[in-house]
């Protein structure tokens, strides 16, 4: 069956350090990866995209990587801050579908 | 920046009752989605819907369920009997287009939360 798998629960860090976070899918071969943002009580709000043949792509702090060898997406957050502390979710869109989420924590 | 609007923000009933969740897409949308999160659980697909009909469904969104677009701008989610494993945080979405095949986000609601008692 088809799988998307975060593989952290929960990251902490330290401000300023950067966060990097995992996705990692078997048995899909999506167009495109998502990566959204979810704070508490609130609905995901989308942060980025990458097409599968895109090997990185960049908004301001934040870097994501897709590698499809690997079956893997990483979601990178640099000069991490307090405010950066949320879950965040990849998904494919291919069939719309979210992983768990890891719940990142910026200590100041 | 328009949004995605959902009502009531909470919502208690009893079990075996019926809910109906709203939702008010972006109004130059086409594509529109309901999603639960249980309590620190997992976002879950339940349907997405075009054209008046639904595109697709998963597991989750059995024959209690069902959604309806009854005007041109609410999108509605029914649960005719509800049970107590029914509560959760329900997520209204849409999108200008189906996503597959483009590069087009998720616009969520900031959902209903349902409470069975």
């Known amino acids: 069956s088809q799988k998307i798998e975060q593989n952290s629960e929960a990251l902490n860090i330290q401000e300023g350090k950067t966060a990097t976070l995992t996705c990692n899918y078997t048995n899909y071969s999506p167009a495109y990866l998502q990566w959204y943002r979810q704070d508490p009580g609130r609905g995901p709000v989308f942060l980025l995209l990458i097409r599968e043949n895109e090997k990185e792509k960049r908004k301001e702090r934040l870097k994501v990587t897709f590698d499809t060898t690997l079956k893997q997406s990483l979601f990178h957050i640099t000069a991490s801050q307090p405010a950066d502390s949320a879950t965040y979710l990849c998904?494919?869109?291919?069939?719309?579908?979210f992983g768990a989420g890891t719940r990142l924590t910026v200590k100041p | 920046e328009p949004e995605v609007t959902q009502t009531p923000s909470h919502q208690v009933t009893q079990m075996g009752q019926e809910v109906i969740l709203r939702c008010v897409p972006i109004?130059?949308?086409?594509?529109f989605y309901w999603y639960r999160q249980i309590l620190g659980q997992k976002v879950e697909f339940l349907v997405s819907?075009?054209?008046?009909?639904?595109?697709?469904k998963s597991e989750i969104f059995d024959d209690q369920f069902s959604v309806e677009r009854p005007d041109g701008s609410n999108f509605t989610l029914k649960i005719r009997s509800t049970k107590l494993e029914d509560s959760a945080m329900y997520f209204c979405?849409?999108?200008?287009?189906?996503?597959?095949?483009?590069?087009?986000?998720?616009?969520f609601g900031n959902g209903t939360r349902l409470t069975v008692t």
């Open positions: 109004s130059n949308h086409l594509y």
């Open positions: 819907f075009y054209n008046n009909e639904i595109s697709e």
């Open positions: 979405a849409s999108t200008p287009v189906r996503g597959t095949f483009t590069n087009s986000p998720l616009h």
């Open positions: 998904a494919l869109r291919n069939d719309m579908r």
